[in-house]
Every structure is written in structure tokens, then in C-alpha cells.
């Protein structure tokens, strides 16, 4: 095991590969289920990382060079995903997937600190008249090379193209395919078009 994981392990035929991770230090992985798979890229840096796999037959894949200080909590039902691209950086995220659902983040992301991205509300919310689920669980996609400012929340089925920004405090709620977005608001909103940033200030 990689000194600085502390793994706890009390399912059957899981996979957790940590071969290639860097700097590991004070982060901890439980998995209760079983049939999950985690995969840590070449060079992965994990610093207060917290993972917690209590259903089945999830996936975590982290792409090669990836620096993380993230809570990822898979529970309810089987089968949810999260990836997350290579050479992304994470300051700090709650990751919440569940009810069979996928967190996809591309490549070259930069998602600041206090964050939140979840698939599911946990709980049932049921319209009265017709008896039925009115908040299902659906997937999240950030594109390669986007932006999450600070306390940021990015919930169900929401989707953010690609060179594109979120600003600090937005709660993203819809679907931004085009790229290179300014987005921000509670509920987001296109607030600029046309943009795309870079990690180094200029000048």
C-alpha cells in the first residue's frame, strides 16, 4: 500500500490500484462494497483525500499528474462513475454519486476549494398529485479545461463546455455546451461568450 493511504477494504473482488500515485499524504479509502474499481493515474498527488465506496461495482478513475484534496461518496444503489482527465487540479470538492450515475471531468481542469458536485439530492422529493419522483438523479459533465471558482455547486445533470469559467458561488443547475462560457449565478446563467483562460496570470 502507498504510505500516506490509509486503506479499509471490507468487500469482495474490488480493485485499487495506487501503483503509480506521487505525494500521497493523510487521505483514506473505504470500500464496503464490492466489484468497485479504483484507478490512480502516474504521479497523482492525493493530500486530505477521502473516498467512501459503500455500494457496488463503482468506478474512480484519476487521470496521470492530477493533484486532489477531495470527499468522493458512492452509496446509493450501484454502478455510479466518477473520472477525472488527466493533469486536473482540485483544491477542494465534495464528489456525491449515486442511483447509477456519472461525474465526468476532462482533462486540464482547475476546480478550486469548498466545492460541491453531486448527481443526487439523497432524498425523494414526490409530486403530490401524481405520486412520482420529481428529482431523479442524472449525470455531470465538466468538459476539458474549465474553471470551478471557489464555493461553487454543480448539481444533477448539469453540464459545462469546454475553456469555460464558473464563477465563484454559482450554482450550476443546466447544460452549457457551447465553449469558452463565462458562467455564473444561483442558478447560473451565460454571463460572457468568446473567453478562455490560463493558469499562469499574464505579465
Known sequence: MIEGVNLKDSGADNVVDLSGAGRCLNSEIVVAGNNNKIIVGQGVSLVNVRMQLLSNGNIVEIGSGCRITASIIMKLVDNNSITIGAGTTIGGCNFICGEGTAIAIGNDCMLAWNLEVRTTDS?????????????????????????VGAHATILKGAHVGRDSVVSIRSVVTDKFHESGLVIGGAPARKLRSGINWQRPLLG
Not at 125 to 136: F, Q, T
Request: charge should be negative; hydrophobic fraction near 50%; aromatic fraction near 4%.
Open 123 to 147: 432524498h425523494a422529493i414526490i409530486d403530490v398529485a401524481s405520486g412520482e419522483r420529481i428529482n431523479c438523479a442524472a449525470d455531470i459533465v465538466i468538459e476539458d479545461h474549465v474553471w
